[in-house]
């Protein structure tokens, strides 16, 4: 018995040693990018200050002072200025990001979620059910991206809850796409072919060999649609499909900026450039995931 544990014993660390091991490759791949790095850092400070909004905002997001209207930026105790109701910008960014931020992210995952789960069955299985999966996602792919969001928040109406279900049904076609080709891949390799000969059932194939080799480029493509989704909730508020005002929302701030843009340009340009600054962080750390996930462009010193 102590010689059968003494021979298991190595086998059972091996996976864990190979996960940190493939861990630190990335992270050192990633590292390599200044650029997603800087990205990344960026991001952490957004969220971080978006979470500690209760505690820093200075003043209350949606009561105003009427006598400091259109103040402009570098006011005294209003460092980004004041908006056309009186309110601080600083505070309404704030607060306006734990809105704007979770409208992005959350349909991401919820359509992660289903898209590889679909992806990988058609892949897999393909057959007739295969066959339904792709031809459902290629009626979604013939309307534009822009138009099919705005028509299904139209319908259902306008409120943050119906936001994220509309951005999570129009990412879940490409989300699926993407599993299905790297699933149809990854279902060539031989070792997949040496699996099924020694008796392994679907589910393990699936579980253990073709979710993990499904996983970097859905992370990859997560991560870049993110930023994507970043101005299209946005834009979905600056339309008047997302949250109601007074609540704070960077795509609200833009629509309430634009009615004083010529008088006080700052109040639609400062959420604007968070919006575009937030999405080109998340687009910069797509793109250096890209490189450290994929063992074929990256190159470890």
């Known amino acids: 018995m102590e010689r059968t544990a003494l021979l298991t014993a190595p086998r059972q660390a091996a996976p864990h ?36 909004a209760p505690w820093i905002s200075p ?16 006011t005294p105790a209003h460092l980004l200025g004041v908006d056309g109701q009186g ?5 309404r960014l704030l607060w306006g990001g734990r809105v704007t931020l979770p409208s992005a992210m959350v349909p991401v995952i919820i ?34 991206t822009v138009i099919l969001a705005i028509a299904i928040a139209g319908i259902i109406g306008r409120g943050l809850f119906n936001v994220m279900i509309a951005l999570s049904v129009v990412l879940v076609p490409p989300m699926t796409r993407v599993t299905f080709t790297a699933t149809r891949e990854t279902e060539a390799m031989e070792y997949i072919q040496a699996a099924r000969s ?14 993990p080799n499904t996983l ?3 992370i990859v493509y997560a991560s870049t649609v993110v930023g994507l989704l970043v101005v299209f909730s946005a834009g979905l508020s600056f ?34 450039l968070m919006i575009s600054v937030t999405s080109l962080c998340f687009n910069l750390v797509g ?15």
């Open 17 to 52: 040693v190979a996960r940190r091991s493939g861990l630190l490759v990335t992270w050192r791949a990633f590292k390599k990018d200044k650029a997603a790095v800087a990205a990344g850092a960026t991001l952490i400070v957004i969220f971080a200050m978006t979470l500690a």
């Open 111 to 144: 359509a992660t979620l289903i898209g590889v789960t679909l992806g990988m069955i058609a892949g897999f299985h393909g057959g007739l059910v295969g066959n339904l999966i792709m031809r459902g996602c290629d009626v979604l792919f013939a309307f534009p």
């Open 287 to 301: 793109d250096g995931l890209r490189f450290a996930l994929d063992p074929r462009i990256r190159n470890i010193e």
């Open 59 to 74: 003043y209350d997001p949606i009561d105003g002072n009427t006598s400091l209207r259109l103040a402009p930026i570098g």
């Open 198 to 211: 020694l008796g392994a059932r679907e589910w393990e194939i699936m579980l253990r060999h073709i979710l």
């Open 87 to 91: 309110r601080d910008i600083f505070s």
């Open 239 to 272: 339309l008047g499909l997302g949250v109601s005002p007074p609540i704070p929302d960077w795509g609200v701030m833009v629509s309430d900026g634009r009615t004083v843009l010529g008088v006080a340009p700052h109040v639609a340009t400062v959420p604007g």
């Open 216 to 218: 970097p480029p859905v």
